[in-house]
């Protein structure tokens, strides 16, 4: 039987997971996503468990709406590039074996601005700041990842009211575990 830990970087984004799945709160930003992600799976067999990231995320598109499963996800902030032109592998694209065609963007950078947003939109369809860490957290653990992420905002000026939004993103994530995931 499949058991599942659900991460998320924050208490409003988890309101509402259904009762009896386990909750870890990572804190915003990637070295917070990883290190907890990391710190709740030490010592844990990998066999029959799967990570659900949940959070909000900012559309890098028009129209993008709704609820997501990336397939992809990009660690924005980095300096890929450079890095292999060293001679090393930056590993800044993971790719997961379930979830849409959407590509996710994470960063240590919250996204409030069209500029910014339409530079990653070249590349991504989403952004957010901490599924990337989850997901290389897992994947260096040997344990399977799903990101689920719902649109909250338009990643540019209006980013600002994700306070006031943050509650209806959670209910859907909330509503689509209880769907998902109900045994």
Same mark, same amino acid.
């Given at each position: 039987?499949t058991?599942?830990?659900? %991460?998320? &970087?924050?208490?409003?984004?988890?309101?509402?997971?259904?009762?009896?799945?386990?909750?870890?709160?990572?804190?915003?930003?990637?070295?917070?996503?990883?290190?907890?992600?990391?710190?709740?799976?030490?010592?844990?067999?990998?066999?029959?468990? %799967?990570?659900?990231?949940?959070?909000?995320?900012?559309?890098?598109?028009?129209?993008?709406?709704?609820?997501?499963?990336?397939?992809?996800?990009?660690?924005?902030?980095?300096?890929?590039?450079?890095?292999r032109?060293?001679?090393?592998?930056?590993?800044?694209?993971?790719?997961?074996?379930?979830?849409?065609?959407?590509?996710?963007?994470?960063?240590?950078?919250f996204? &409030?601005?069209?500029?910014?947003?339409?530079?990653?939109?070249?590349?991504?369809?989403?952004?957010?700041?901490?599924?990337? &860490?989850?997901?290389?957290?897992?994947r260096? #653990?040997?344990?399977?990842?799903?990101?689920?992420?719902?649109?909250?905002?338009?990643?540019?000026?209006? &980013?600002?009211?994700?306070?006031?939004?943050?509650?209806?993103?959670?209910?859907? #994530?909330?509503?689509?575990?209880?769907?998902? #995931?109900?045994?």
């Open positions: 039987m058991s599942y830990l659900i %991460v998320s &970087a924050t208490e409003a984004e988890a309101r509402y997971v259904p009762a009896g799945l386990p909750v870890v709160i990572t804190g915003i930003g990637k070295t917070a996503a990883a290190t907890a992600t990391t710190q709740a799976l030490a010592g844990r067999a990998p066999d029959d468990l %799967v990570v659900v990231n949940i959070g909000t995320a900012g559309a890098l598109r028009p129209g993008l709406t709704g609820l997501f499963t990336p397939r992809r996800v990009l660690n924005h902030d980095l300096d890929a590039d450079l890095v032109a060293l001679g090393l592998d930056p590993e800044e694209l993971i790719e997961l074996p379930v979830g849409d065609g959407v590509t996710l963007a994470t960063g240590d950078r996204v &409030a601005d069209s500029r910014l947003r339409d530079e990653l939109a070249q590349r991504a369809d989403l952004v957010d700041m901490e599924g990337y &860490a989850v997901a290389y957290a897992c260096r #653990l040997g344990v399977p990842v799903r990101l689920v992420k719902h649109v909250s905002d338009a990643a540019d000026e209006s &980013a600002m009211d994700w306070p006031t939004v943050v509650d209806a993103s959670a209910r859907v #994530l909330g509503a689509w575990l209880g769907t998902e #995931l109900a045994d």
